[in-house]
Structures are given as C-alpha cells and as structure tokens.
C-alpha cells in the first residue's frame, strides 16, 4: 500500500466510526430541497419555555422538514424561489404559534412554531407565500 492510500485510511475510517456512533449528523435530517440547511436551537426552547414544551417543538422538526421538502418536489418554481431566496431555514420556538409561521428574514426561512401536530397544506402554502415575499396569516 502506498504512503498516499494509508494516509486515507484513518480519516476513512474515523469518519465512518464517528457516522455509526452518531457523532456525525445525517444530511437529510438536518437539510430541505437538496441542500439547504435547517437550524434549531433545542438549548434555546428548553430555557425559554421548559423541557415538556421544548420536546414538543423539537419533535415537529422533522414533520416541518418534511414539508419543506414537498414545496420543493411538488412545484419546480418553489423549489427555484426557495433556493434562491434562503439560503438556511431556521426554526424557533414561539408561544401561541399553533401553525408553523414562515417568513424571510436576512436571507433565512425562519419558521416559528410552538410544536405540535400542523396543518401541513396550510403550511406549505405560507412557506411558498413568504417565499413571494408575501405575509402569512395562519395563526391571525
């Protein structure tokens, strides 16, 4: 074996052992429409609103990824104006958010949601308005 393909081998293989130990994060939980990265702070929901309350909002993170997947999937022109107009989504806790509430924000989706089960139609309609630079009116 050659000095070069050794010297691969440790990185190889300490990535792979860090993928199986969970100490690397799998794209698609933590990524929408192919490339687009998703933020939340679970530090932040707990201090601010307690452990229960935190659960429930950090457990809709991948029904809401989800759903910002099929803006992208179901309608090309979304999936273009997605890409171009955030270039992260970020996902905050908000009190009396009982629907997911999308808006841009200095290049970010940001979606503020309490947690808890959504309507995820309506919510896909908000992110492809907000997208337009339109305002949601979900939880009005």
């Given at each position: 074996m050659s000095d070069r393909q050794r010297s691969r081998v440790p990185a190889f293989a300490a990535a792979a052992v860090a993928a199986l130990l969970g100490?690397?994060?799998t794209a698609a939980a933590n990524e929408v429409c192919?490339?687009?990265?998703?933020?939340?702070?679970e530090q932040a929901?707990?201090?601010?609103?307690?452990?229960?309350d935190a659960a429930a909002f950090i457990k809709a993170r991948v029904p809401l990824e989800s759903a910002l997947d099929a803006v992208c999937k179901i309608n090309r022109?979304?999936?273009r104006l997605f890409k171009q107009e955030a270039t992260r989504v970020v996902f905050e806790i908000a009190a009396g958010a009982t629907e997911p509430s999308p808006y841009l924000?200095?290049?970010a989706l940001i979606v503020?949601?309490?947690g808890g089960s959504f309507d995820a139609e309506q919510f896909r309609h908000d992110v492809e308005a907000a997208l337009r630079g339109e305002v949601s009116?979900?939880?009005?």
């Open positions: 100490g690397a994060p192919q490339g687009i990265p998703t933020e939340l702070d929901a707990r201090d601010a609103f307690g452990a229960d022109n979304s999936a924000k200095d290049g503020e949601f309490y009116d979900s939880n009005d």
